[in-house]
């Protein structure tokens, strides 16, 4: 099974900060790599596929790059919309597996 | 609009089953893999397995082999989770949410259900 390592376990950041999330995992996953917002209550939103591709009407703000093991999520400029959980998940083998969620959270 | 609308909240005895459905609209339903994830309180998320609502075949978890069925009904364009044996640390919500590429089953989930809260207390 692949583990995905989600770093840091939380962020606290202001309006307008840049946010740099990160997934580590301990086997390559090739670029088959995807993130998720959450936000209390809901359902997760589909926000990067094949670790660097916007979903559907996600913001220009949300940006992913990497491959292999490491993976970064990043956001631009903070809107407050944005404090949320994220969430990794590979999609490169069986079980499909995902990080434990970073908290982007207000300062 | 694509959707998929969950059954209701539950509240079983430890040892009861549990069968949460999935109704998709908005889309060819036989087209795109269903699969469902659950969410412990204040915890991540968790892949239990897929169903093909084409030919109805599945790939469970390893963690829940011998307690989940997944099964489909395409008339409704319905898809059912049935979870077995409950324990406490069953109690989630869980999720159907649909794989985002036509005819692939490894791949990310597009669209979600509103999640199912599966409490089990005695």
């Known amino acids: 099974e692949i583990v995905l390592t989600q770093s840091p376990a939380t962020l606290s950041l202001s309006p307008g900060d840049r946010a740099t999330l990160s997934c580590r995992a301990s086997?390559?996953?090739?670029?088959?790599l995807v993130w998720y917002q959450q936000k209390t209550g809901q359902a997760p939103r589909l926000l990067i596929y094949?670790?660097?591709n916007r979903a559907t009407a996600i913001p220009a703000r949300f940006s992913g790059r990497g491959s292999a093991t490491d993976f970064t999520l990043t956001i631009s400029s903070l809107e407050p919309e944005d404090f949320a959980v994220y969430y990794c998940?590979?999609?490169?083998?069986?079980?499909?597996?995902f990080g434990g969620g970073t908290k982007v959270e207000i300062k | 609009q694509v959707q998929l609308v969950q059954s209701g909240a539950e509240v079983k005895k430890p040892g009861a089953s549990v069968k949460v459905s999935c109704r998709a609209s908005?889309?060819?339903?036989?087209?795109?893999?269903i699969h469902w994830v659950r969410q412990g309180p204040g915890q991540g998320l968790e892949w239990m397995g897929i169903?093909?609502?084409?030919?109805?075949?599945?790939n469970y978890a390893q963690k829940f082999q011998g307690r989940v069925t997944m099964t489909r009904d395409t008339s409704t364009s319905t898809v059912y989770m049935e979870l077995s044996s409950l324990r406490f640390e069953d109690t989630a919500v869980y999720y159907c949410?649909?794989?985002?590429?036509?005819?692939?089953?490894?791949?990310?989930?597009?669209?979600w259900g509103q999640g199912t809260l599966v409490t089990v207390s005695s």
């Open positions: 169903i093909n609502p084409s030919g109805d075949n599945t």
């Open positions: 998940q590979q999609c490169n083998s069986w079980p499909l597996t």
């Open positions: 908005g889309y060819t339903f036989i087209s795109y893999y």
């Open positions: 094949d670790a660097s």
């Open positions: 949410a649909r794989g985002g590429l036509r005819g692939m089953t490894m791949t990310y989930f597009d669209y």
């Open positions: 086997q390559s996953v090739g670029n088959s």
